[in-house]
């Protein structure tokens, strides 16, 4: 168990992406081992997804070492505006 929970790793996300849009699921039951995070962030803006993912996980570098799995969705808003006006 990592302990960590959703609004922790909502709040650590927020401060460190500024996200224009955020979801964060705790897929573990409750025990907080296991998140799937949607960023959507300017951030991003002229970076590849890899170096995305990266930021993302940068973010949660510590608690990376308690949580055992991390499903990452990253994208720009320009992608996340054309994805929600189709």
């Not at 720009?76 to 054309?82: A, D, S, V």
Request: glycine share 6%.
């Amino acid at each position: 168990m990592s302990g960590y929970t959703v609004e922790y790793i909502q709040e650590k996300l927020k401060k460190e992406l500024n996200p224009i849009h955020l979801e964060v699921v705790d897929l573990s039951d409750g025990c907080g081992a296991k998140f799937s995070v949607l960023v959507v962030s300017e951030k991003f803006e002229g970076k590849p997804l890899l170096a995305q993912h990266r930021m993302v996980n940068g973010c949660l570098d510590e608690e990376m070492k308690k949580i055992h799995a991390l499903t990452i969705k990253t994208m720009k808003p320009t992608q996340w505006e054309k994805q929600n006006t189709t």
